[in-house]
């Protein structure tokens, strides 16, 4: 039996194995003893024994990578077989890293693996604290790698960050890159690791938002990122915050997409009184409670215009201005609507004008109240009231303004854009056309688009001046168009 | 708006897009100066409680947008909240980022502005500035818009380790019910742009390491599962064709998942996750283990209840069982079980010793499952239907109830 002492370092082993295989020794007749400290190794062979052993020993390549890795790992058996699988591959079994499942080989790539996956773990998990440090910036991380991989992997650090000044403190060792070399010093307690970076807010943001609620999976998570590196890794701090909120995350969603949060009982189509005048209408329109959107919405609005206006102008609801001030499209989108009908040529004080529902639907957000669309339930509830305007006003050309109106007096199947500016018969009205609602040219990203939408809209509301103009059913049309 | 509430917007928004691959590019590092590195191998540098990995800063640099695609929670019509980041916010966030070790690079998509190349001029002023200013080294992936001009595209090549076209939706006929703007044919001709140019590039390169390269990563693409009712072999025979016609390194398929503010024209149900799952796999069976479409969906979609090789296996029971010291690659490949490197493991083994079962089990092999299907020297199966037990008949609701999304897990 052999002792061999030696530096625990590929290097210094790959020298002595040498060295030992030329001198015949078979696994079972050496005992690998690690040194530590500075002590120099002994000498065992002299200088042309080793030279000759050097030309002698023929392995393949990938024996060599795979040792260099296998010298990293923690394990102190690992000198051990990687001598006895260099004997084997030496002694009649060249092929023997073909044969995966023979038990060195095997227990070879399992060392293997694990050191690869630490290797690959330390390049993903390092995360780098920005401080000032003698008038300049460096970068530092505290890592704690399961193998002794730092020497291993920090030219790939350098590689990748060769523009900054950066450390890797471990336990262990400490890689340095100051910009023009690498530098290696020993292991250093966790306590000098810096505690904070003016960026890792901004990351945890980023974090907490590409996280998909609706498909929470936390042992594919677990799986790739162990409990283990939790402590070294800013973001997991927002972890359980955002396994809590998942599922009521997930279900918002859902509710509201289609608002069944609320039961169904709580909807129903409101009772209008049978009459056909608009001020009975709109007296019982004011204590209306068919929908829950009564509660949280300062009044009703009613539609307001001549009792036989030919035009009637269906929007989608009121918005924060109509709700205070109880009078449709008097806010931005009101505005806008103005103007485009001057410019088609249409009075507005001759055309009945109304919402599809009669509420404000909002959500808090800040201190403003955000218009919310109104969901199927609230138009389905509210739609007798607009029936019963239809049914008072009579229009001869009925303009649906924006999906929400299109939807409550035409159902589902129609589509804004591909169907506006046409003419439609519909049960309420034989001139009936949809067009897109004037708070959408409000959203639109830009100037530019905003006036290509702008005249669209003129344009289909040209088209029903035109309708308007037609007819020569007595002077009220005529007296209705402005001097076209 | 502050930096921080546009990035959880930007991000929220971007998120839909499963693609995070930051590999498959060539080798480069910034010893010669610049910032960054890749060597051809991904890297997640986090994971999400999804068990998505974070490697690239997946972000839109805004989500205003003039198209109208009811399964996208930006489309025009939607109440979402809209942000936008001005191409300098993107490249400090990147680099901040970066520097860090937080991510590997780059995912930049963008919402359409005003017009297609007008928003593609936008995503490439980021990606060229990264380049050219910053002399950044990482991984840039961008989305390209099929309706911007050609000579845009082809600087975003240039730029860029990965560009990807969504083709959305299965078939033409969904596209014109779900995204009326989107256009099979232009996203096709769009993406054979692409891969001619993408193939110029590496037989120059073979000529001459110095040639410029052209998205070195390839083009990848991405469909909705779940949207519409188009059946499993009509996604995959979609998908066989992209992979066939432009040599797409990638189709990601995406479970549609309830998006706030939906159309109605949409499932409202928990994300079809099993059936993204089996769609992978089938994915995987036709590019690597010469499986033909027709063969995996016999019965138009894919069973849920067992995976597409094994319900292989059970409808043609007189293949098996396999014997692995004598089977070739391609009948191995068969055996539910046995994956790609481990059928070439066993191809080396035999050439040295007899295959046993010890020696499957060192292999990681799962023994229950391929134990039907095999012999080797101390092992031949019963009957199969004796060994495995076929499960029972269960039709499961391909759109779970919303349940299995609110308690997680599958």
């Not at chain 1, 500016?421 to 034989?430: P, T, V």
């Not at chain 2, 849920?304 to 029971?317: F, M, Q, S, V, Y």
Request: aromatic share 8%; charged share 25%; proline share 7%.
């Amino acid at each position: 039996m052999r002792q061999i002492t030696f530096a625990p370092v590929f290097r210094e082993w790959q020298r002595v194995a040498r060295e030992v295989l030329a001198g015949g020794l078979a696994p079972n007749e050496v005992v690998w003893e690690e040194l530590h400290g500075e002590q120099p190794g002994l000498g065992m062979f002299d200088e042309a024994a080793t030279q000759q052993a050097k030309a002698r020993v023929r392995v393949p390549r990938s024996f060599v990578e795979i040792a260099k890795r296998v010298a990293c790992h923690r394990s102190a058996r690992r000198w051990d077989l990687l001598y006895r699988v260099l004997w084997r591959l030496t002694h009649g079994e060249p092929h023997l890293l073909e044969v995966t499942v023979d038990p060195d080989v095997y227990e070879l790539a399992r060392m293997d693996k694990a050191v690869r996956r630490d290797v690959h773990k330390m390049r993903a998990f390092v995360r780098f604290r920005e401080v000032a440090h003698d008038g300049e910036t460096w970068f530092i991380a505290w890592f704690e790698p399961a193998h002794h991989i730092v020497e291993l992997n920090a030219p790939f650090f350098r590689d990748r960050f060769a523009g900054m000044r950066w450390s890797i403190l471990t336990p262990d060792r400490c890689a340095h890159w100051d910009g023009r070399m690498l530098s290696f010093t020993d292991g250093v307690p966790r306590s000098e690791a810096p505690v904070e970076d003016r960026v890792e807010a901004l990351w945890l943001t980023y974090y907490g938002s590409i996280f998909n609620p609706a498909r929470v999976k936390t042992h594919a998570m677990q799986a790739e990122m162990p409990k283990k590196y939790w402590r070294d890794l800013p973001e997991t701090a927002i972890l359980p915050a955002l396994l809590r909120e998942a599922p009521s995350r997930t279900a918002e969603m859902i509710v509201r997409s289609r608002s069944k949060a609320a039961p169904a009982d709580e909807f129903h189509p409101a009772p209008v009184p049978d009459s056909t005048s608009l001020t009975t209408l709109r007296k019982a329109a004011l204590g209306c409670t068919a929908c829950p959107l009564y509660r949280n919405a300062t009044q009703t609005v009613f539609g307001e215009g001549p009792k036989h206006a030919p035009l009637m102008l269906v929007g989608e609801q009121p918005g924060d201005q109509e709700d205070r001030a109880g009078r449709a499209f008097v806010g931005p989108a009101g505005q806008l609507l103005n103007r485009a009908l001057a410019d088609a040529g249409i009075d507005r004080d001759q055309a009945y004008v109304t919402n599809a529902v009669k509420h404000f639907k909002w959500e808090p957000r800040g201190k403003r109240r955000l218009h919310a669309k109104p969901g199927s339930r609230e138009i389905a509830a509210c739609r007798p009231w607009l029936e019963a305007e239809l049914a008072a006003v009579k229009p001869r050309v009925l303009v649906l303004l924006g999906g929400t109106a299109a939807q409550s007096v035409l159902g589902s199947k129609v589509r804004v854009l591909r169907d506006r500016g046409q003419w439609i018969e519909s049960e309420y009205c034989a001139r009936t056309m949809i067009t897109v609602h004037p708070s959408s040219l409000l959203r639109a990203p830009d100037g530019e688009a905003r006036e290509k939408n702008y005249e669209a809209f003129v344009e289909d509301l040209k088209t029903v001046a035109r309708e308007l103009a037609k007819s020569g059913r007595g002077d009220r049309c005529q007296a209705f168009l402005i001097d076209p | 708006m502050d930096l921080e509430r546009k990035l959880s917007i930007l991000a929220d928004a971007a998120k839909y897009d499963a693609s995070c691959a930051s590999s498959g590019t060539t080798a480069r590092n910034s010893r010669a100066g610049g910032m960054g590195s890749t060597t051809g191998a991904g890297i997640c540098h986090s994971y999400t409680p999804d068990g998505r990995c974070v490697s690239l800063l997946k972000v839109l640099l805004t989500n205003y947008c003039i198209y109208d695609c009811l399964y996208c929670i930006n489309r025009v019509s939607s109440g979402v909240q809209r942000a936008r980041f001005t191409p300098d916010e993107v490249v400090k966030l990147t680099m901040d980022f970066y520097r860090r070790n937080y991510i590997e690079g780059l995912f930049l998509s963008s919402g359409i502005i005003r017009n297609p190349d007008y928003t593609m001029e936008q995503v490439l002023q980021v990606a060229r500035k990264l380049r050219q200013e910053h002399g950044f080294k990482g991984y840039i992936h961008l989305k390209t818009i099929p309706e911007a001009s050609p000579e845009l595209i082809e600087e975003a090549g240039r730029w860029a380790d990965r560009l990807s076209i969504n083709v959305e939706l299965p078939t033409p006929a969904d596209l014109d019910v779900l995204a009326p703007e989107k256009n099979l044919t232009r996203i096709r001709g769009a993406m054979t742009v692409i891969e001619r140019k993408i193939t110029q590039s590496k037989a120059e390169r073979r000529e001459s390491p110095k040639a410029p390269v052209f998205s070195p990563a390839g083009q990848s693409t991405q469909m909705i599962v779940g949207a519409t009712p188009a059946d499993d072999r009509a996604i995959l025979t979609q998908a066989a064709s992209l992979y066939r016609e432009h040599k797409l390194r990638r189709v990601y398929y995406s479970a549609f998942s309830p998006i706030p503010d939906a159309s109605s024209k949409l499932p409202l149900q928990a994300p079809p996750l099993v059936r993204e799952h089996r769609l992978y796999q089938a994915d995987w069976l036709i590019r690597f283990y010469g499986f033909e479409v027709s063969e995996i969906t016999e019965s138009r979609n894919l069973p849920l209840d067992i995976d597409p090789k094994l319900a292989w296996a059970l409808r043609h029971p007189a293949v098996f069982p396999v014997d692995l010291n004598r089977a070739s690659r391609e009948l191995m490949l068969r055996v539910p079980g046995l994956g790609v490197r481990n059928v070439d493991r066993i191809l080396a083994i035999r050439r040295w010793h007899k295959l046993r079962l010890d020696d499957l089990t060192r292999l990681h092999v799962p023994m229950r499952k391929v134990m039907p299907f095999i012999t080797t020297v101390d092992h031949s199966p019963h009957r199969i239907e004796r060994t495995m037990r076929i499960p029972e008949e269960r039709q499961l609701d391909l759109f779970d109830p919303a349940q299995t999304a609110l308690t997680g897990e599958l």
